[in-house]
């Protein structure tokens, strides 16, 4: 039966359609045909035209005749033009309805009549819109309906550019649909009030719509019913001349008034505050991306409203009946609280998505259940982001890996304090580092003046993050290392190698490289974030050396961020890094290249002063990272064949035939024809690392205090060396797949090599959660400063720690009272007190006696502590002289105590130079991070198109 047969069980309809047109002449002219081919004629159709200026007023008139056509100014809003027309119009018989209809909204044949035949089945349905497509690309998807968050922020529950494929047919309950193809009943609007005048574009939709579902009417989606919308206005297609306000501006604005109009009063308060810290920290991240022009609309939008709290009160007492009657159903349509955070990350990674370092993975929406109880479905669904989310490769490797981790540090995971090896025991928190790192003086130790490693004001901005956990942080760099690294060399390779499951390779093979589990095992903190960082690096240079000038210009500033930070955990990054930018530049000659190496390199010079000044002066510090240097941790005699298999020697390392698979795939590289140029760099850049770690493990350094010496561990030059063999690797896979797609002893030999391959990471994996992590890392590491000795202490005197080497030496530390805050140990002491000490500590240790108690007093030196393993002739050369007094032996560790006075070491008065330079540090850290930060998007940025896209050529051709 035709919906326009007579029939006594339903209502008869009449239907006034109002068309508002605005320089809308380019699309005006489709969307008239399509209201005149409608299926279900309509009764009655007026257009109203708001000054434009490329003859849209003159079609109107031609296709609905002059007497029709209602001319306003071109300064009118959407809703006063439908206010204007209905105002000039007799009321008619029936149930009425309003259909409205932008410009640039071409509705399908059938659309009206499938609006009514959801109206005849559902009498309390009040507004009425079709599902909305895009006017070029016609299978796109734009909109089946619409919610809102508490602070106003948009959601259509769909992704983007999602095409139409039946997947939401149905009539469901929304919060809002367009104004674009509204079907909404006269007796509603009148009972409503209509559009609110004071929003003239832009979410007066969604009030409306708000205030219909408030007054006990619902909002329906009709997706059967489809129109076609250009979105000119919020695409900026056409110039918009109805407020003086800029575009999104005013969308802002309109947006948080209309959640604040129109939600009850406790939800306001929550709604108020959530917007107030919203926008500050969007302006934050506007500004931090470059954007000050957003960044100024977002403050002015939330001030317009805070500025005006009368109007604010006014139209929330105009939408009093009703909102609290119908919050709960309202509410269920609401995005939920958790979307926010979600689209806080989506942001953060269209931004690393600009650098060209991930992948946009594309805005993800939520939204709220039905808000009847018909069991709708929802309007976005979050179930099928999870889908997406773990069917990412990059997800899966990086969960994969994480477990993998967590059960091979099974004993570390959960301790009371983590600590071991060349890993100082982590104690204190944020704040302690941060005092650290800007105390002109520091007490610990014998006292220095000099500059605290930058690597500690990293590690207290992480510590800050998480809640102050400095614990938390260490564990996130240090025994999170696996998973990371393996995250960052997936996403680091987009752009430079074909196929996700071969990056997942790569990215497995790289993350479970023996520099990975020893860095662990032996606690070097700083390898580990440095193996984070690597792929970074390959990442950035890559865009520096090959993108177009602004991209790579943002890129060094990025790159130069990153060299800074690795830079500060193991000072060796930036010569070795340095070396490879500079011949990089010189094999790359194109303009501007030079000016941002320059730049990548320049600015951890500039953020580092003066502690890389220090490092400089003393060419050996080059070779040592974050945390202690101690012999036991590095192999004196390693072979030159674990470090051609990656092998960087020490605790923590795998048999050196797991890496062989590796090594074969990358030695088969160099047979293959293609890609030769990336192979030989791959390959040079593997050798260059070799050479270097050959090198470093033959070169004896002192530590920091010069306490010991012993080689340095070749773990970072090693990295380097693996990250180019495994480049060259996966840059051949797409020619193995060939191979085995071409049978016969090629199809074998592919093979062959894939299984190679792959034994790597496979390997590696069942060999470290088989042994777990085997070195002196321990998660319960006891303090080192026993109860006794450092509550007698207390006043400021200092300790000697005296612990034995493996060889039969002493190393001596002296503390100040307590448990050294990580990079403590990395500031250097005064030489000549250092020494003297250092004398008197060996002579009290081997009996001698004599003026050596007397040093240790006169430089504040209380107690004489001795850990584990205590020897018995250091315990019985110490009980001998008469100026120390045992306090507790145990074999595990005895204390002494000078009788004579103790001097109480002064405290020399601050630099204020050191301060002034503190704060120009932290300023070009937040100048260099803007710098690099990627600016809009070309989302942000999108142009008038001029011609139509290839999918609506397509459809055009057909």
């Not at 923590?652 to 293959?672: D, E, F, R």
């Amino acid at each position: 039966m035709s919906i326009t047969d007579p029939d006594p069980r339903r209502p008869r309809h009449t239907v006034t359609a109002i068309v508002v047109s605005h320089d809308g002449a380019r699309w005006l002219g489709e969307t008239l045909g399509a209201l005149l081919r409608q299926t279900r004629p309509v009764d009655r159709i007026v257009g109203a035209d708001n000054g434009s200026r490329d003859g849209s007023a003159t079609m109107l008139k031609d296709a609905l005749g002059p007497n029709a056509v209602l001319t306003l100014p071109r300064s009118t809003g959407f809703g006063e033009a439908v206010a204007e027309v209905l105002a000039r119009l007799e009321p008619v018989g029936g149930r009425e309805w309003i259909w409205l209809l932008h410009d640039d909204c071409a509705p399908d044949a059938q659309a009206l009549e499938t609006l009514l035949r959801a109206a005849d089945a559902d009498p309390k349905a009040g507004v009425l819109g079709p599902k909305l497509r895009d006017w070029l690309d016609r299978r796109l998807l734009l909109e089946v309906g619409v919610t809102v968050d508490r602070t106003g922020r948009r959601d259509t529950g769909l992704e983007p550019r999602e095409f139409d494929q039946g997947q939401y047919d149905g009539v469901r309950d929304v919060l809002s649909v367009s104004t674009a193809g509204m079907l909404i009943r006269r007796d509603v609007w009148d009972e409503v009030g209509g559009l609110d005048p004071f929003l003239p574009i832009f979410r007066d939709d969604l009030d409306l719509c708000w205030r219909v579902r408030a007054a006990g009417h619902r909002v329906q989606n009709v997706t059967r019913a489809v129109a076609w919308h250009a979105e000119a206005a919020s695409r900026r297609r056409r110039r918009i001349t109805v407020s003086g306000d800029h575009p999104r501006r005013l969308d802002r604005r309109n947006a948080i008034f209309v959640v604040l109009a129109n939600l009850p009063f406790r939800p306001l308060l929550w709604a108020l505050l959530r917007n107030v810290t919203g926008s500050s920290f969007r302006t934050f991240l506007f500004l931090l991306a470059k954007q000050p022009a957003n960044a100024l609309d977002e403050i002015v939008a939330l001030g317009s409203i805070l500025a005006h709290p009368i109007r604010l009160i006014r139209a929330r007492r105009a939408r009093a009946k009703g909102r609290r009657q119908h919050y709960a159903a309202i509410e269920r349509l609401l995005t939920p609280p958790g979307a926010g955070y979600r689209r806080l990350a989506d942001r953060i990674q269209g931004y690393l998505a600009g650098s060209g370092f991930v992948e946009s993975a594309g805005r993800h929406h939520a939204g709220g259940s039905s808000a009847e109880d018909d069991g709708d479905e929802l309007l976005t669904d979050d179930h099928g982001m999870m889908r997406r989310v773990l069917g990412n490769p990059g997800v899966l490797l990086f969960l994969a890996l994480t477990l993998i981790a967590l059960v091979a540090e099974r004993g570390l995971v959960g301790g009371t304090r983590l600590g071991g090896g060349a890993l100082v025991p982590v104690t204190g928190g944020s704040a302690d580092l941060w005092t650290l790192y800007t105390e002109g003086y520091h007490q610990g130790g014998l006292g220095s003046d000099g500059w605290a490693p930058p690597y500690v004001a990293a590690l207290a901005a992480l510590s800050s993050v998480l809640l102050g956990k400095t614990w938390l942080a260490v564990s996130v760099l240090l025994l999170g290392c696996v998973p990371l690294a393996g995250l960052s060399a997936y996403a680091a390779t987009r752009s430079m190698i074909p196929g996700r499951w071969t990056r997942v390779w790569l990215a497995s093979s790289y993350a479970l490289l023996p520099v990975a589990t020893g860095a662990v095992a032996a606690g070097r903190l700083g390898t580990a974030v440095v193996f984070v960082l690597l792929p970074v690096y390959a990442a950035l240079a890559t865009a520096v050396l090959t993108a177009e000038h602004r991209r790579a210009r943002r890129a060094a500033w990025a790159l130069g961020l990153a060299l800074a930070a690795g830079t500060a955990f193991a000072p060796l990054v930036y010569p070795l890094t340095l070396l490879l930018g500079a011949l990089a530049a010189l094999a790359f000659p194109r303009r501007g290249v030079a000016a941002s190496v320059a730049i990548a390199f320049g600015v951890p010079v500039a953020l580092l002063l003066p502690w890389l000044a220090e490092v400089a002066a003393d060419p050996g510090r080059l070779l040592l990272e974050a945390g202690l240097h101690r012999p036991e941790l590095v192999d004196p005699a390693l072979p030159a064949r674990s470090l051609l298999l990656l092998s960087p020697g020490g605790p923590g390392m795998p048999p050196l035939w797991v890496t062989g698979g590796l090594i074969a795939a990358c030695l088969a590289a160099l047979l293959m024809r293609r890609n030769r140029m990336v192979i030989a760099i791959g390959w040079g850049v593997a050798l260059f690392g070799v050479l270097v770690a050959i090198l470093v493990s033959r070169t004896p350094v002192a530590s920091i205090n010069g306490d010991t010496e012993a080689p340095a561990w070749p773990g970072v030059p090693l990295a380097f060396a693996a990250t180019g063999m495994l480049v060259v690797a996966a840059l051949t896979a797409d020619r193995i797949v060939e191979f085995r797609a071409a049978g016969g002893l090629r199809r074998i030999a592919a093979l062959l090599v894939a299984v190679v391959a792959f034994s790597t990471p496979l390997l590696a994996a069942g060999m470290w959660i088989t042994t777990g992590v085997t070195g002196p890392i321990s998660g319960n590491v006891r303090d080192v400063v026993p109860a006794l000795a450092a509550d007698a202490a207390g006043d400021g005197r200092r300790i000697l720690l005296l612990r034995s080497e493996d060889h039969g030496g002493l190393t001596f530390t002296v503390l100040s009272g307590r448990t050294p805050v990580i990079g403590e140990a990395d500031i250097p002491s005064p030489a000549g007190p250092r020494d003297l000490v250092g004398v008197a500590a060996a002579g009290l240790a081997s009996g001698r006696g004599g003026d050596d108690a007397r040093v240790l007093a006169a430089h504040g030196v209380r107690f004489v502590v001795v850990t584990s393993p205590v020897r018995p002739e250091v315990s019985r050369a110490l009980d001998s002289q008469p100026a120390l007094a045992r306090m507790s032996l145990s074999r595990g560790l005895g204390v002494w105590r000078l009788t004579q006075p103790v001097a109480t070491p002064p405290a020399p008065p601050g630099d204020p130079w050191r301060s002034r330079w503190l704060w120009v540090q932290g300023l070009l850290v937040l100048l260099v991070a803007v710098l690099a930060a990627p600016g809009s998007r070309a989302a942000d940025r999108e142009a008038v198109p001029q011609e139509p896209s290839e999918t609506a050529r397509e459809l055009a051709t057909r």
